[in-house]
């Protein structure tokens, strides 16, 4: 039987359970914190933490999928705090999200591309920041600058530390400029296996000659930004995930929220203006009572909430 590596150690992929596929334990600005670590409260980072992470195990949730990674604070000693207070199973990542999408720090422009390679396969041989928890999968962004040369770098570095290591890869995407189809370019040209790539953020569009142009490339698809509005508003995501059930797509999608517990992009007094829903609960709200009334059958729903997160994880 499969395992999937998590905070807590391997679970066979059948204990894994219900998903949410993209959830944020925080997000904070990785120099910030560090230089200025009087702006953060983390006992209260951590304690928001937890309590998303209890409320969505109180709708049956086993297992979160952690995209965090360098450039957005990814933090293991936090997840290791989170999962033994709530035994939850969190998995985690190794990965560049890129400075503004778009550059890399000094330490890696000045090396070799292997250098990054490196580190990732230090993170699933070894273990992430110092622990024996073992990085279950790559991530890597490529948002409204492109592939630029050093996110091109770090999609190459992905693509060859998944073809050395097995593990599956997420991609943070931008559909607005269709930057799936730019990904999964980089992806075929290394020689990746599609059923091992998941293009984030695809939700973030109701354009579907895009999804299905990128569907036919054949990745699986993140319906990950619930709640999130200013992308995309939640009745547009529905009708969208709905029409792409009835054209038999449902094997193919993840749901989730893509929400942090706390984030420090944005004053916090802010989060009512922009994204008043946004937390690791609302698809049981606001999403997955709309896709039954749209005709979307609970398997499909069991399909896209269990089946394609551990298929996408032992691709
Ligand atoms: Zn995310």
Redesign the pocket.
């Known amino acids: 039987m499969p395992q999937i590596e998590t905070v807590s150690g391997p679970v066979d992929d059948g204990e894994l359970g219900l998903f949410l596929a ?3 334990l925080t ?1 904070v600005t990785e120099q910030v914190h560090a230089q200025f670590p009087h702006l953060y409260d983390d006992e209260a980072i951590y304690e928001a933490a937890v309590e998303q992470v209890q409320n969505a195990m109180e709708q049956g949730v086993k297992t979160i999928v952690e ?2 990674c360098m450039d ?1 604070g990814r933090d293991v000693h936090l997840a290791q705090r989170v999962a033994a207070a709530t035994g939850i199973q969190l998995v985690m990542c190794t990965g560049v999200y890129g400075q503004h999408y778009t550059f890399l720090p000094q330490y890696f422009e000045n090396r070799d591309p292997q250098a990054l390679v490196d580190v990732f396969l230090h993170d699933i041989e070894t273990g992430i920041q110092g622990t024996d928890v073992k990085a279950a999968f790559l991530k890597c962004a490529v948002d409204e600058p492109g592939v630029t040369e050093d996110v091109e770098r770090v999609l190459r570095a992905v693509a060859q530390t998944s073809l050395k290591t097995g593990r599956p890869i997420m991609a ?1 995407s931008q559909p607005a400029t269709r930057r799936g189809l730019e990904i999964m370019d980089v992806f075929d040209d290394e020689g990746i296996d599609p059923r091992k790539v998941q293009i ?2 695809t939700g973030d569009t109701d354009d579907l000659d895009y999804i299905e142009e990128l569907l036919a490339r054949g990745p699986w698809i993140g319906m ?1 930004r619930y709640g999130l509005d200013i992308f995309l508003p939640t009745d547009k995501r529905n009708a969208t995930v709905i029409e792409l059930c009835k054209r038999g797509h449902a094997n193919r999608m993840t749901l989730s929220q ?1 929400a ?1 517990a706390t984030m420090d992009w944005y004053p916090p007094e802010l989060k009512p203006q922009l994204a008043p829903e946004w937390d690791y609960t609302f698809l049981w709200r606001g999403v997955l009572p709309v896709l039954s009334d749209g005709g979307v059958s609970d398997d499909e729903i069991d399909t896209m909430m269990r089946e394609n997160p551990r298929a996408w994880l032992t691709a």
């Open positions: 993209h959830e944020h997000l995209p965090s957005i943070h984030a953020h990950d893509d942090c």
